[in-house]
């Protein structure tokens, strides 16, 4: 399961650009589809453990 970045900004309460620079510097790993950017659900799990 994969989630979009408007579905990861509530979950750690934190704002669009905020997502996008975690997602940037590899904080939170993503995959790309197509133009659409997707957080696996274990990337989320990863990042929480941190």
Do not use: W
Not at 36 to 44: K, M
């Amino acid at each position: 399961m994969t989630l979009r970045v408007e579905d990861l900004m509530p979950i750690l309460g934190i704002g669009r650009n905020t997502a996008y620079e975690l997602i940037r510097s590899g904080q939170i790993r993503s995959v790309r589809i197509g133009r659409q950017i997707r957080i696996p659900r274990e990337a989320l799990l990863e990042f929480l453990r941190k």
